[in-house]
């Protein structure tokens, strides 16, 4: 069976640091995409970026831009989301996701379970 | 501010046909045929409904359609059951430095 796994729920303190992580299962890691979506209390999806563990060639939504750092490492079929410094703003759900062909970006039709990450002080 | 705008809700019976809509631009929607329509229910992960504009997964209904026209794409879902109800985004490939868009989402209530 194909799938995410996702790491568990988190509490931090604004300013802390943070790596959250996907494990894959069931195919190559490292032939597909994987992509990280926010979902903030109430709000919608929103695209934060992607890597591809082949060669380790990662992307950026603007709005994430050196916000946040994508990593993965295929020896072991897991990516990372990691904050260097969290906001409170950070607060949300934060989905991993593959797509349904190597090549589909945007198709993602295997996703994690998410990870709910809550920044308060 | 969302890349894609879609409609905030609609709304239908049970039985019935609704359309709902995804609007973007010659940069993303118009410009490949690389969008794609997710269902979240609150709680769960987003669910794959269409891709490539009008390929469905496997397991999904053929109740569930889509189609695009220009710039903006759409999602049909016939004989609405109360499952349904969720809410449901556009996603789109987009050139440039975002590679990809979603919509703001659009809320479904079946009647």
């Known amino acids: 069976e194909v799938q995410l796994v996702q790491s568990g729920a988190e509490i931090k303190k604004p300013g802390e640091s943070l790596k959250i992580s996907c494990k894959g299962s069931g195919y190559t890691f490292a032939r597909y995409w994987i992509g990280w979506v926010r979902q903030m209390p109430g709000k919608g999806l929103e695209w934060m970026g992607m890597?591809?563990?082949?060669?380790?060639?990662?992307r950026y939504s603007p709005s994430f831009q050196g916000q946040v750092t994508i990593s993965a490492d295929k020896s072991i079929s897991t990516a990372y989301l990691q904050w260097s410094s969290l906001k409170a703003s950070g607060t949300a759900i934060y989905f991993c996701?593959?797509?349904?062909?190597?090549?589909?970006?945007?198709?993602?039709?295997?996703w994690g379970q998410g990870t709910m990450v809550t920044v308060s002080s | 501010q969302s890349a894609l705008t879609q409609p905030a809700s609609v709304a239908g019976s049970p039985g019935q046909s609704i359309t709902m809509s995804c609007t973007g631009t010659s940069s993303n929607v118009g410009g490949y045929n690389l969008v794609s329509w997710y269902q979240k229910h609150p709680g769960k992960a987003p669910k794959l409904m269409i891709y490539?504009?009008?390929k469905r997964p496997s397991g999904v209904s053929n109740r569930f359609s889509g189609s695009k026209s220009g710039n903006t794409a759409s999602l049909t879902i016939s004989g609405l059951q109360a499952e349904d109800e969720a809410d449901y985004y556009c996603?789109?490939?987009?050139?440039?430095?975002?590679?990809?868009?979603f919509g703001g989402g659009t809320k479904l209530t079946v009647l």
């Open positions: 996603c789109s490939y987009a050139a440039g430095s975002t590679d990809v868009v």
């Open positions: 996701a593959r797509p349904i062909v190597a090549a589909a970006l945007g198709a993602f039709d295997i």
């Open positions: 890597i591809y563990p082949g060669d380790s060639d990662t």
């Open positions: 490539e504009v009008t």
